[in-house]
Structures are given as C-alpha cells and as structure tokens.
C-alpha cells in the first residue's frame, strides 16, 4: 500500500518540478547561449554547430513554455510557441541546406525576446532577473 502511495506521488510531482521557478533561469541561459551560436552558425555556415543550437534552443523554449502552460499564462504562451516554431523553421532550413530559413528561425525567434521580458521579467537590484507573473 504505502509503495502505492509513494509511487503516486512521484508521478504527480514529476510534472511540477518541470515548471518549477529555479528551473527558469538556467532554460533561459541555455536560449541566451544558443542564439548566440546560432548567430554565429549562421555567419561561418558551419551545419553542426547550427544544428547542435537550434536544438537546443527549442529544447529550452518548450521546458520555459510549461512554467507558463501550468499558470496558463497566454501572451507567455504565444510568445513561447512563436519561438519554438522559430526554432524549428532553423532546424528545418538546416537539414535542408537553406540559411535564409535559419535566418527567418532566428528572427522569429528573437522577436519575442524583449516582448517576453518587458512584461514577465523583473531585475533585481544585484543584477539578477526573476519571473513577474
Ligand atoms: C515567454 C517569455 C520569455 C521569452 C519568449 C524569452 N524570455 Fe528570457 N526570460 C524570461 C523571464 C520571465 C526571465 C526572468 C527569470 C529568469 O531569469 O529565467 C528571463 C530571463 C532571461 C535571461 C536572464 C537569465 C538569468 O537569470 O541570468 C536571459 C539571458 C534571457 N532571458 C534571454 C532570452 C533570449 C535571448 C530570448 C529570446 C531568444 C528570451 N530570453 C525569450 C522570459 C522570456
């Protein structure tokens, strides 16, 4: 019975540790890293490094995206699902060769950047940044 019990509970926490608010800010370092080197990618044309990135980048978008999704929070939402489909658009023009779609990706993408940050973003006093509901 009670491995029952604690089995249950493992199941209903998993989802929630997801979403949790410490989980944020590193997601948010891994977007800010990515970008970068798919910036950068898209500069020296090196096909592995984009891929590597864009990857990331969704990965990172879609752990932010269900803080918001737990909250139900929609402008944080459509900004998640435009950047997730941003970065998809990159990952496609990747494995197909075409740049101009992974240029299109990475501004699809960094157009939700500042739009996100001046409503749902705070910094604090030392410099660091915590999540406005
Ligand atoms: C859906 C909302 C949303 C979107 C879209 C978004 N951010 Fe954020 N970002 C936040 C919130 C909220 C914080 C503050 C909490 C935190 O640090 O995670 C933040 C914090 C950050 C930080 C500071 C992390 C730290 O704590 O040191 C960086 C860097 C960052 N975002 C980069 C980006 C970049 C680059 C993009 C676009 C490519 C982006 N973000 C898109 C919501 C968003």
């Given at each position: 019975?009670?491995l029952?019990?604690?089995a249950?509970?493992?199941?209903?926490?998993?989802?929630?540790?997801a979403?949790?608010?410490?989980?944020?800010?590193?997601?948010?370092?891994?977007i800010?890293?990515?970008?970068?080197?798919?910036k950068?990618?898209?500069e020296?044309k090196?096909?592995?490094?984009?891929a590597?990135a864009?990857k990331?980048?969704e990965?990172?978008?879609?752990?932010?995206?269900?803080?918001w999704?737990?909250?139900q929070?929609k402008?944080a939402?459509?900004?998640?699902?435009s950047?997730?489909t941003?970065?998809?658009?990159?990952?496609?023009?990747?494995s197909?060769g075409?740049?101009?779609?992974?240029s299109?990706?990475?501004?699809?993408m960094?157009g939700t950047c500042?739009s996100?940050?001046?409503?749902?973003?705070?910094r604090?006093p030392?410099?660091?940044?915590?999540?406005?509901?």
């Open positions: 019975m009670k029952i019990w604690a249950g509970l493992v199941v209903c926490l998993a989802p929630l540790q979403q949790d608010e410490k989980d944020h800010p590193p997601n948010m370092k891994t800010n890293a990515s970008m970068k080197m798919l950068a990618s898209l020296t090196n096909v592995a490094e984009a590597e864009a990331k980048v990965a990172a978008f879609s752990e932010t995206r269900k803080y999704a737990a909250r929070t402008d939402l459509d900004w998640s699902d950047a997730i941003g970065a998809r658009l990159a990952q496609a023009g990747v197909d075409h740049w101009e779609k992974v299109e990706g990475v501004s699809k960094g500042k996100c940050h001046d409503v749902h973003r705070e604090l030392d410099g660091t940044y915590k999540i406005k509901n």
